[in-house]
Nanobody, 123 residues
Framework: QVQLVDSGGALVQAGGSLRLSCAASGRTISSYNMGWFRQAPGKERDFVAVISRSGESTNYADSVKGRFTIYRDNAQNTVYLQMNSLKPEDTAVYYC????????????????WGQGTQVTVSS
């Protein structure tokens, strides 16, 4: 089993940047495909980005392509989400997640979840 701790959320102005971190413990994340999801108030949890075990493959939601970058440091057992050119519509709680098998945009394919970190983008 792996435990995930999300951090790095904050209040930021539109156009600003943040870097979210997802630190894992219990097992090495090199065995997992890792994803980021977000959930705004009153909405479902949406896919943001996913990265393969090796880091060679990534996939992004259309709404964040070109602005967000997911990357991983397996030696540090950490996954990151670099968010640039933030918009008010990016406001949400962001969650990292680990999938033993799937390389997926679907939340139900992930086995472990972080507790979430709040990102608020002011206009």
């Amino acid at each position: 089993q792996v435990q995930l701790v999300d951090s790095g959320g904050a209040l930021v102005q539109a156009g600003g940047s943040l870097r979210l971190s997802c630190a894992a413990s219990g097992r090495t994340i090199s065995s997992y495909n890792m994803g980021w999801f977000r959930q705004a108030p009153g909405k479902e949890r949406d896919f943001v980005a996913v990265i393969s075990r090796s880091g060679e493959s990534t996939n992004y939601a259309d709404s964040v392509k070109g602005r967000f970058t997911i990357y991983r440091d397996n030696a540090q057992n950490t996954v990151y989400l670099q968010m640039n050119s933030l918009k008010p519509e990016d406001t949400a709680v962001y969650y990292c997640a680990a999938a033993r098998i799937a390389y997926s945009v679907s939340a139900n394919q992930y086995n472990y979840w972080g507790q979430g970190t709040q990102v608020t983008v002011s206009s």
